[in-house]
């Protein structure tokens, strides 16, 4: 959950504290992604490099993965998903695992807890301000 709060003038022009609180469910009632709470957040580790290997991997399996290494077909997709929710700004290059499991659940089409995945790293982003 995350605490905060703002400044609003009220009818009167008077400058007033709002406190307002936003959680994973105000996430994903919002963005509509039909996640469920009990969807893991993590897939298991041979899923995902058994997959990667099946998506034409060619680089070194437990080394980075790195968008080129992959089949011409798949880099697209990764592509636009690291570009929309990576929170870096840069090195776009190289995918991490948050990434690479959402990539997973995607092409196997399973059910993933992508609405927590973006809710822990808001918070994450939010502390580092």
Known sequence: MIHSA???????????????KFGVEDLRRVLELGDYDNDPTIIPECLAKGL???????SHINGKMIKISFSHAYKFMMHC???SLSHRKGAYD????????????????????????????????????
């Open 6 to 20: 703002a400044r609003k003038k009220d009818e009167n022009g008077q400058e007033v504290d709002l406190e307002f």
């Open 52 to 58: 990667w290997c099946r998506m034409g991997f060619t």
């Open 81 to 83: 998903v690291v570009h």
């Open 94 to 129: 190289e995918t991490s695992d948050y990434i690479m499991n959402i990539i997973t659940s995607l092409v196997l089409n399973r059910r993933y807890n992508i609405s927590q995945v973006i809710f822990e790293y808001l918070k994450e982003n939010i502390r580092a301000l």
